[in-house]
């Protein structure tokens, strides 16, 4: 069965009640397309979406949410197209299954993914929905509140392999003989669902999704999915536990089938065993603080989450699992803390978003102060511009920053010795000269994260985008302790403290608090 059954993320579920009739009844076209494996026309109703609503993130979603599902289901596709046409009759294979072979030859390592055997191929497509995937080959969902994303099912391309039996004849001498192929029509419907998804190129579309992730990462403020694929396709491309032997797995997907039942015990054990038998086994020690949560031993799920921390450092999974557990239990401060570490791996959007609720339980009003750019980052890579800025506009003045120092800065964005600039970062010398050159007026925050020195960490974690992450790698590197100052200042942006700082370069805002609580004393 190929399912394609995006759930619902946050930014979806906030709109998904006020979208006009018009676009529900063009996304319900685009459905249609899909259940007919028309792919790139569904696409097609969906990318006109986004170019007529850029900054609403319920249509960035849709998109890459799909893309990605139809991106799982190419190479199981094309493996299981060419076992399908190596099980026929070679005499009933027509020149139309052969032109269709020369068309699949197109990227075909590592294509021998199991494919579970099912009765029938059909679509399902059961609404617009795209929060985070988690890759585990057994899904599992854990709620921290209502508004937590639900986690995503795999779609699966399947035939009926008793369909592929040969059917026999006797002759007049009473010889068996093979009977002419009938036309099946469940077969023929199987077959074309399995060669549309087939002949889609893997990299070609795998380089789109990315585009689109970048775009939707671009526009809006919490596109949660795109944020994460690009993290998933772009950074975390490597299987951790790649070394765990068969039986160490066949535990671990055990455990998680027992934890998926909410059987905590049961999926203890079978977490232990894994590690018992392969003692690296990343996901096990991560999974096996989820089964300890579920049991209510809390010391233990915190001690497993650290040790998968400290097998894979650079993954953010046990870092946000510590915050949602915080969370969970009302430790919003441990929360935090934990969710600023996730950020400092990765600044994906859900962990910006994740903040802002934790800090939002504390009492205080926390703004992330992202900011909407009008243009992809500086890059020495590359001699023109995805998106070229209007002429006399702030972000035309950035790009213009980019020709007076191309050579001084590496493909990453970070300085080579020279001459013009001790800046290390191109993103915060394009920056500078941005502020610089434009009215005062413009860019209240970074102005002033720039006169106390923090505009490093405003420009690469705040406003992050993917095309930074070289950038932000590095920086976060060398200032980890700046950092969390940074985020400090951040959360507690409204205290008097930093009044005298707001009235400098919030003067309106300031005035407008200061004569609401005039009128609440009186």
């Not at 099912?118 to 890759?135: A, F, Y």
């Not at 419907?189 to 060669?195: E, M, Y």
């Not at 953010?316 to 699992?321: A, C, H, M, R």
């Not at 950092?483 to 400090?488: D, G, L, M, S, V």
Request: contains cysteine.
């Amino acid at each position: 069965m190929v399912v394609f059954s995006p759930m619902m993320s946050m930014a979806q579920k906030k709109v998904d009640q006020i979208i006009p009739d018009a676009e529900k009844r063009k996304i319900i076209k685009a459905k249609k397309l899909f259940n007919s494996f028309k792919i790139y026309e569904g696409e097609k109703i969906l990318k006109d979406l986004v170019r007529e609503h850029p900054h609403e993130a319920y249509y960035h979603e849709a998109l890459v949410q799909l893309q990605r599902q139809v991106l799982d289901q190419l190479r199981p596709a094309y493996s299981e197209y060419q076992s399908f046409k190596s099980s026929l009759p070679s005499d009933s294979t027509n020149n139309e299954m052969d032109e269709d072979q020369a068309l699949y030859q197109h990227d075909s390592k590592n294509l021998n993914q199991p494919i579970a055997k099912k009765d029938s191929v059909e679509i399902e497509w059961n609404g617009l929905d795209t929060g985070p995937r988690k890759e585990d080959k057994i899904k599992r969902k854990k709620n921290v509140d209502e508004d937590e994303e639900p986690i995503l099912q795999d779609a699966t391309v399947t035939i009926d392999s008793s369909l592929l039996k040969d059917d026999f004849i006797d002759d007049e001498n009473g010889v068996p003989i093979k009977k002419a192929p009938k036309k099946d029509k469940t077969l023929e419907k199987q077959l074309k669902a399995i060669s549309e998804l087939a002949q889609i190129p893997f990299d070609g579309y795998k380089n789109d999704l990315i585009q689109n992730c970048r775009k939707a990462t671009l526009q809006v403020e919490f596109a949660d999915s795109a944020s994460f694929y690009l993290r998933q396709l772009m950074i975390d491309t490597l299987d951790p536990d790649i070394r765990a032997s068969d039986l160490a797995v066949e535990k671990f997907e055990n455990g998680m089938i027992e934890l998926n039942a909410k059987e905590a015990i049961a999926a203890i054990q079978f977490f232990k065993q894994a590690i018992d038998i392969h003692a690296d086994y990343y996901s096990a020690h991560l999974y096996l603080g989820d089964a300890f949560s579920l049991a209510g031993k809390d010391k233990e799920a915190i001690k497993e989450y650290h040790k998968a921390n400290l097998l894979q450092p650079n993954k953010v999974e046990p870092f946000e699992k510590l915050s949602l557990f915080y969370y969970q239990i009302g430790k919003y401060k441990e929360a935090a803390v934990a969710c600023i570490d996730a950020i400092q791996i990765y600044p994906q959007q859900h962990f910006m978003q994740l903040l802002k609720r934790i800090v939002n339980k504390t009492g205080k009003d926390f703004n992330t102060q992202w900011l909407l750019r009008e243009v992809y980052p500086l890059t020495t890579a590359k001699n023109y511009f995805e998106i070229t800025a209007l002429e006399k506009t702030p972000w035309w003045q950035y790009q213009a920053a980019e020709a007076d120092v191309h050579s001084y800065f590496d493909t990453l964005g970070i300085v080579r010795p020279n001459e013009k600039t001790n800046e290390r970062y191109l993103e915060i010398y394009a920056w500078k000269r941005m502020l610089d050159d434009t009215k005062k007026e413009a860019f209240p925050f970074a102005r002033a994260m720039n006169k106390i020195g923090f505009l490093d960490c405003y420009v690469l974690i705040t406003s992050f985008h993917h095309d930074l992450y070289g950038q932000f790698k590095d920086f976060v590197k060398n200032n980890p302790e700046k950092i969390k100052e940074y985020f400090y200042m951040l959360i507690n942006w409204e205290d008097k403290k930093f009044e005298k700082l707001r009235k400098e370069f919030f003067p309106k805002t300031e005035e407008v608090a200061d004569k609401t609580n005039s009128e609440n004393k009186k």
